[in-house]
């Protein structure tokens, strides 16, 4: 059982189903979950170009999704603790727009999908094969970190997903990415939606989560907390791959941290 999940998506990033927030709501209550914090897909000042337009929640929805939460906050106080956050990449292009995001949620986790934001190049992160492209996420996320923005890295190896097999590249970019984050005490997240997905056949490498990266999280005596990432309220309820997580950090050494300090 998890104590709190603080990795909960909704329906306005529009690939979480139709689901209300009182439904995510019922089911974490109904789980044992004691504190919920919804990380919706953060909306971006986009122009047609945008990778993350038909994922990412828009902005003009973003006072709705804030009053909404903090108002479900209000209702179910006596029942659940509940936070309004959001999930975004760290796209340096919009440096005024990532500090309205910081000042105006309750916390903002990085989920770092795309590096670039509005090059239709840009490939997703989770189709990572490249030597190359895992120094540019990597550089991306290190960056990401030191600039203080971010209460936690949500997924830090989903880049390893469809890379082949683990390598002195991915040793660097692992301890690269865990010796930033020790360093400014920010928690990784050990985020158990892989299990889902690799259930579903997606990957076509290594995975994630990926064993050889948080070895390297244990060995950098980095904080690590568990992420549901659900996107839908069964995800909530998902008591088989929580354990599963649950194991496997033990068996690395890793004990997870149960909430998050300056927020809870």
């Known amino acids: 059982m998890l104590t709190a999940n603080y990795h909960t998506h909704t329906f306005r990033c529009t690939h979480a189903g139709t689901w209300t927030d009182e439904e995510y709501i019922g089911a974490a209550v109904e789980a044992g979950i004691r504190i919920l914090g919804f990380a919706d897909h953060c909306p971006w000042p986009a122009d047609e170009n945008f990778r993350l337009k038909p994922v990412a929640m828009d902005l003009a929805v973003l006072p709705e999704y804030y009053e909404t939460i903090r108002a479900l906050k209000e209702k179910y106080k006596d029942r659940i603790t509940i936070h309004c956050g959001l999930e975004c990449e760290y796209f340096m292009e919009y440096p005024e ?7 105006t949620a309750d916390y903002l986790i990085l989920g770092e999908h795309y590096t670039k934001a509005s090059d239709p190049a840009a490939r997703y992160a989770g189709h990572y094969d490249t030597r190359t492209e895992l120094r540019e996420y990597t550089s991306c996320v290190v960056r990401a970190i030191e600039s203080g923005l971010f209460t936690y890295v949500a997924h830090p190896d989903h880049c390893f ?20 984050a020790q360093r400014k005490k920010i928690p990784l997240e050990y985020n158990i939606s892989g299990y889902r997905k690799a259930a579903q056949g997606i990957f076509k490498g290594m995975g994630y989560p990926c064993d050889g990266f948080w ?49 809870d």
């Open 161 to 180: 997903s469809d890379y082949p097999r683990w390598d002195a590249y991915c040793e660097m970019a692992a301890v690269m990415i865990c010796e930033a």
């Open 215 to 263: 070895m390297v999280a244990k060995k950098c005596g980095c904080d690590v907390i568990m992420g549901i990432d659900a996107h839908a309220p069964a995800h909530l309820l998902d008591e088989k791959n929580v354990a599963r997580g649950l194991r496997k950090l033990r068996s690395f050494g890793i004990t997870p941290m149960e909430t998050l300090p300056g927020i």
């Open 97 to 103: 727009h990532l500090r309205m995001l910081h000042d």
